[in-house]
């Protein structure tokens, strides 16, 4: 058994797809946590977000995903149709859903409260990614250093006149931090 399928069991485990009932009130928004056996081991695959001025989460680290659409039937097809969008990956034909983790919200103030939920994806079948321009990067971690916190760091995250000390994850150069860290969090939660 490999270090994925070992992950991927304790995870499925934990936290099945469909345990909650979906909240149809407020904003909502869902990403895709993917993760493969590469060449070294197992990975999961962050994005960098371009730089953009409409963007709240502009330059951050990030998993594919967005907000929800009212076409979108489901969360899970939010964070399937984000990652195809974002970086090119049919997770309905290249991946299977393993797991739902927990809410989550972000602790900027925003214009309207928005909730966040992560999906759990097993990559089954490699296929290119191409990026539009919502993203700039993608970065495949080292799926045991994530889960062991290897690289851990600390962010001074400067807004409103305060200095917040966050923690944070330096993977491969990039600085992990708020809500994909606290996603990050989740992820090592539901894999013990």
Same mark, same amino acid.
């Given at each position: 058994?490999?270090?994925?399928?070992?992950?991927?069991?304790?995870?499925?485990?934990?936290?099945?797809?469909?345990?909650?009932?979906?909240?149809?009130?407020?904003?909502?928004?869902?990403?895709?946590?993917?993760?493969?056996?590469?060449?070294?081991?197992?990975?999961?695959?962050?994005?960098?977000?371009?730089d953009r001025?409409?963007?709240?989460?502009?330059?951050?680290?990030?998993?594919?995903?967005?907000?929800?659409?009212?076409?979108?039937?489901?969360?899970? &097809?939010? $964070? %399937? *149709?984000?990652?195809?969008?974002?970086? #090119? !990956? =049919? /997770?309905?034909?290249? @991946?299977?859903? +393993?797991?739902?983790?927990?809410?989550?919200?972000?602790?900027?103030?925003?214009?309207?409260?928005?909730?966040?939920?992560?999906?759990?994806?097993?990559?089954?079948?490699?296929a290119p990614?191409?990026?539009?321009?919502?993203?700039?990067?993608?970065?495949?971690?080292?799926?045991?250093?994530?889960?062991?916190? &290897?690289? $851990? %760091? *600390?962010?001074?995250?400067?807004?409103? #006149? !305060? =200095? /917040?000390?966050?923690? @944070?994850?330096? +993977?491969?150069?990039?600085?992990?931090?708020?809500?994909?860290?606290?996603?990050?969090?989740?992820?090592?939660?539901?894999?013990?």
């Amino acid at each position: 058994m490999t270090v994925v399928d070992e992950f991927l069991a304790r995870v499925a485990s934990s936290s099945a797809i469909a345990t909650r009932p979906e909240d149809a009130t407020g904003l909502r928004a869902a990403v895709a946590t993917i993760v493969r056996e590469g060449a070294g081991g197992g990975e999961v695959l962050f994005i960098k977000r371009a730089d953009r001025e409409s963007d709240p989460w502009s330059g951050h680290m990030a998993f594919p995903g967005g907000r929800r659409n009212p076409t979108d039937a489901t969360l899970l &097809e939010t $964070a %399937t *149709r984000e990652a195809l969008e974002e970086i #090119g !990956l =049919d /997770l309905a034909a290249h @991946a299977r859903a +393993v797991a739902r983790l927990p809410d989550v919200m972000p602790y900027a103030r925003m214009p309207h409260p928005l909730t966040v939920t992560a999906f759990v994806f097993a990559l089954t079948t490699d296929a290119p990614l191409t990026l539009n321009e919502e993203v700039a990067d993608v970065v495949w971690a080292p799926l045991p250093a994530v889960l062991a916190n &290897e690289g $851990a %760091t *600390r962010f001074l995250w400067q807004k409103d #006149g !305060l =200095d /917040l000390d966050l923690p @944070a994850l330096n +993977v491969r150069g990039h600085v992990i931090w708020g809500l994909t860290y606290r996603m990050v969090e989740l992820l090592r939660e539901a894999a013990r």
